[in-house]
């Protein structure tokens, strides 16, 4: 990671305990990446603002949004999948996946992840747009800060600051909507019908997103975010990175027309890709803290090559073994799959596998239960032994159910449910309504057998019309240990 | 990144490759850069600096001042986490009170046997119990010595749905209540009923009734006075009285134990334990859920 550049400086005035701000004026860039970075920017936002509006229909009675948290009815629904709090592993394994792949593309990519579609760099993206539409660009918005108050730097920054803060609201405005029946809670917002919540957190996020876009941006990324410390421990020196080819660029200076290249850089010095740069630093300089991998810098400097007629990639994606064997006067030579990267994969097939089974696999019914843990177990004046259980039944399907709940592999046990029949044939027959969780009280009574004091035995419910069934684990405890 | 470290003019450490003071302390040799800190965190910090002596001035913040006694400063904003409590709980009570009135409209039995309100009830009893009654009879109503079982099928008063609110409601020997279950079994031994030879006997013979090894010549004894004291109340056959809440002594059941030591504990000095009556302290849908919730514990009849 060491670089040849010496960086030196004398430091005779005691340095300042406090640093305010340098204000970052990045200048427009054009090409490849410039161009990625603007589609990424539309399709990200389009699906963030358009996505709560999406119908989606499930049923009578069932939220028809595609995507939506409905906190009050306790349910995640995502297009064709419905997720229960007790099914939250679901979200977890999403969330595993989503961990490994960021890892995936660190190894691969670097920081890719902070340079396209982290939403700090998007948002803070759009912010610049806006900013230049209205202060024009780099020089220009350097003039305009410079100079004293006059109606067109007020206008100019009026609206400007109008628009940050329109889209400020959107923004969080779109966030709420995720949470609740969207329409409904965009009529009600402006009648005043929205629920508190609704308010509070669209204004958390329009100022979160007006302040860190508009007047933080690359301060989040190099004093708030933690990321970036993680995701120097995730890169290393097979990972394609942003990289300043210092091999073939210095050393470095100014050239006139005409004149050789021999016996120096490629790098005429030009600070281009130090003006394009978000984060207002020197991708010179070699690997930095505050880099996130935008690729601007790319594009700046391939711009300038093309016009001095040198071949352009003096700024690139590379390794850093790349450049150090091409720097021995090796070939370079990139490996991709890698042991780190091969691994990163395989888990994620392996959970995203495993989140797939259990979710095309799972019941839209489910029995627990759940014993009694005091008093373990009750002996009767007969002698007979009696344990209590929570039987917990949910149906997640959209219709009622009816169904029987029988005990199997425990011999001449009784079943006995609280406000409800035993059937001859020892059952008990009970109703469920459509999409609810409901709880029984239950009760095993039988005589003792044999001296093993716990003896397990399987709890059935069978739908009576479809004959589908599913079945719980339980205990009998018949003796302390 | 290794940084060669150098003394400048003023004695500080500078790292070489950035340029920059280093804070001057070594762990495992890596020093840390004095980097300044952004000046807005600063700012911040000022913030919190302001915004701690607005809190103080708004909300209850200082205590113990002069004049003020143990109290503290009220706050300008008048926030008392006593009063917030209080109107949780009233708006917990307005969310339940249109399932509590179901529940004092409908008689124990319809609770039980609709799902809906008996789901609701106990989950209603299941918690007023944990709170007003596991104290002594054990959480799930376990029990322990001198304190009933209430899972099992054994009752002293009565197991049915009405029986148990009764006894919730008026308690047991709960003086106040004229309604209260009352019963009271003579002190034999404290109060000279019966000499200490006698009391042995009667041990032998109510260790018999129940199935326990006793001395036969005891037992034979035993069987003249347990009709002449006991059998008014626990019966000729010994297995007790609902009416008076004497108890079988021919089960496996034994409220205060069942060796020979802890019967002549009880002859001697009886026990008529205590339960208080909660009406008037529960309200009474809370009452009626918890009839429910003992009944289904399991021993309800």
């Given at each position: 990671m060491t670089t040849v550049i010496d960086h030196t400086k004398s430091n005779a005035t005691p340095p300042s305990l406090y640093e305010g701000r340098k204000q970052i004026y990045p200048k427009l860039a054009h090409g490849k990446f410039r161009m990625i970075k603007w589609v990424v920017m539309a399709v990200t936002l389009g699906i963030y603002y358009a996505l709560p509006w999406i119908r989606w229909n499930r049923g009578?009675?069932?939220?028809?949004?595609?995507?939506?948290?409905d906190f009050e009815g306790e349910k995640f629904y995502f297009f064709w999948f419905e997720i229960w709090p007790q099914e939250l592993y679901y979200l977890a394994g999403l969330l595993i996946i989503g961990a490994l792949g960021l890892f995936l593309v660190t190894s691969l990519f670097g920081r890719a992840w902070c340079g396209y579609t982290c939403p700090q760099t998007v948002w803070t993206d759009l912010y610049i747009w806006v900013e230049r539409a209205f202060e024009g660009d780099r020089a220009a918005r350097m003039r305009l800060d410079a100079q004293p108050w006059s109606f067109n730097k007020a206008w100019r920054k009026l609206g400007k600051h109008l628009i940050w803060l329109v889209i400020a609201f959107w923004t969080g405005g779109a966030f709420v909507l995720y949470w609740h029946d969207a329409p409904t809670v965009a009529k009600g917002w402006f009648t005043g019908e929205a629920p508190l919540t609704a308010y509070f957190f669209a204004g958390i996020l329009t100022f979160t997103t007006y302040f860190l876009a508009g007047w933080m941006r690359e301060q989040v990324c190099t004093y708030m975010c933690p990321w970036p410390r993680i995701q120097g421990a995730l890169t290393d020196e097979n990972a394609l990175n942003v990289t300043y080819r210092f091999d073939r660029g210095e050393p470095r200076g100014p050239h006139r027309k005409n004149e050789s290249w021999e016996g120096r850089g490629d790098c005429i010095d030009c600070k281009q890709c130090v003006q394009v740069c978000p984060m207002g630093i020197d991708i010179r300089d070699g690997a930095q803290l505050e880099c996130i991998h935008c690729a601007l810098c790319i594009d700046a400097c391939d711009d300038i090559m093309k016009k001095i007629g040198r071949p352009t990639g003096?700024?690139?994606?590379?390794?850093d073994i790349a450049v150090a064997e091409r720097a021995a006067g090796r070939k370079p030579t990139y490996k991709i799959f890698r042991v780190r990267t091969m691994l990163y994969a395989t888990l994620m097939l392996i959970i995203a596998a495993m989140v797939g089974f259990g979710y095309f696999n799972k019941s839209t019914f489910e029995v627990n239960v759940l014993k009694d843990r005091s008093p373990p177990f009750v002996r009767l004046s007969s002698g007979d032994i009696r344990n209590g259980y929570t039987l917990k039944l949910v149906n997640k399907a959209s219709g009622r159910r009816h169904v029987a709940v029988e005990i199997d592999g425990l011999d001449g046990a009784s079943l006995q449910m609280v406000g409800l029949e035993t059937e001859e044939n020892g059952t008990v027959e009970l109703d469920l309504g459509a999409h609810r969780v409901e709880r029984f009280r239950m009760l095993v009574t039988r005589t003792p057998e044999g001296t093993a004091p716990r003896v397990n035995y399987t709890v059935i419910v069978r739908d009576?019309?479809?004959g589908e069934a599913e079945d719980a684990a339980a205990v009998f405890v018949q003796g302390e240990n | 990144m290794k940084g060669n470290l150098e003394m400048s003019e003023t004695d500080k450490e500078v790292?070489?490759?950035?340029g920059v003071e280093t804070t001057g302390h070594s762990w495992d040799g890596i020093k840390e850069l004095n980097n300044p800190l952004p000046r807005w965190w600063l700012y911040i910090w000022y913030g919190t600096i302001f915004w701690a002596i607005l809190y103080m001035i708004a909300m209850p913040a200082l205590p113990s001042l002069p004049g003020m006694g143990s109290r503290n400063t009220p706050g300008v904003l008048g926030m008392s986490d006593r009063d917030a409590v209080a109107e949780s709980v009233a708006s917990l009570h307005a969310e339940r009170s249109a399932a509590s009135a179901q529940l004092l409209d409908a008689s124990l039995q319809d609770i039980q046997n609709n799902l809906d309100l008996q789901q609701f009830a106990m989950a209603m009893g299941e918690s007023a119990f944990g709170d007003n009654c596991a104290t002594c009879h054990g959480s799930g109503g376990r029990g322990a010595k001198g304190y009933p079982m209430l899972a099992d099928d054994v009752w002293l008063w009565d197991g049915t749905l009405d029986g148990i609110e009764q006894t919730i409601r008026h308690g047991i020997r709960h003086e106040e209540d004229p309604d209260t279950r009352f019963s009271a079994m003579p002190a034999f031994g404290r109060d000279g009923l019966l000499t200490s030879a006698q009391i042995d006997d009667l041990v032998q013979y109510v260790l018999s009734v129940s199935g326990h090894e006793a001395n036969a010549a005891a037992v034979a004894r035993g069987d003249e006075l347990f009709l002449t004291?006991?059998?008014?109340?626990?019966?000729m056959d010994a297995e007790g009285s609902r009416d008076v809440g004497a108890p079988n002594l021919t089960d496996a059941d034994w409220l205060y134990g069942s060796n020979p030591e802890d019967i002549r504990a009880t002859i001697t000095n009886a026990r008529n334990s205590h339960m208080p009556a909660w009406q008037g302290r529960l309200d009474d849908a809370t009452i009626k859920a918890l009839a429910v919730y003992v009944h289904s514990l399991g021993g309800g009849e």
């Open positions: 009578e009675g069932i939220p028809d949004q595609a995507v939506l948290a003096l700024i690139a994606y590379d390794t009576t019309e479809t | 790292d070489a490759l950035s004291n006991c059998a008014s109340c626990h019966g």
